[in-house]
């Protein structure tokens, strides 16, 4: 894979709001305190994305988790109460292409294999 030109969108939601409040909903759902205000959120994606540009491979990385993120969401990731949103952020590198962030993908299995089916 070639790194992409430090001006060019790696995917559809590089460099947008969505892309930020994606960013800002995850670190809120990884680090929830109550009397944190968003901003101190909003900084930390801030620093994140900041950081993130200093590498092409890091950029892409970035890119391609806050969209598949979106892509889990069904494209409300940032409108996920703070535990789905961990449900979702937990669940994304293991679980099944069609399950959704609002019900966890192991609900069924789980039943499944207790009740000895």
């Known amino acids: 894979m070639s790194a992409p030109d430090g001006d ?3 995917n559809e939601i590089e460099g947008t709001d969505e892309a930020e409040a994606t960013l800002t909903a995850l670190i809120k759902a990884a680090f929830p305190h109550e009397r944190v205000p968003d901003s101190a959120y909003r900084r930390a994606a801030d620093t994140v994305r900041c950081a993130a540009e200093e590498s ?3 950029r892409v990385k970035l ?3 806050l969209d598949s993120l979106e892509a889990l ?3 409300r990731f940032a409108e996920l109460s703070p535990e789905e ?3 979702c952020c937990c669940a994304s590198s293991t679980r ?3 399950a959704s962030c609002g019900r966890p993908w192991w609900s069924a299995s789980t039943r499944t294999r207790r009740s000895g089916r």
């Open 73 to 75: 969401a069904d494209g």
């Open 96 to 98: 099944p292409s069609s």
């Open 85 to 87: 949103a961990r449900r």
């Open 63 to 65: 890119a391609h988790g």
């Open 56 to 58: 092409a491979w890091m």
């Open 8 to 10: 060019e969108a790696v």
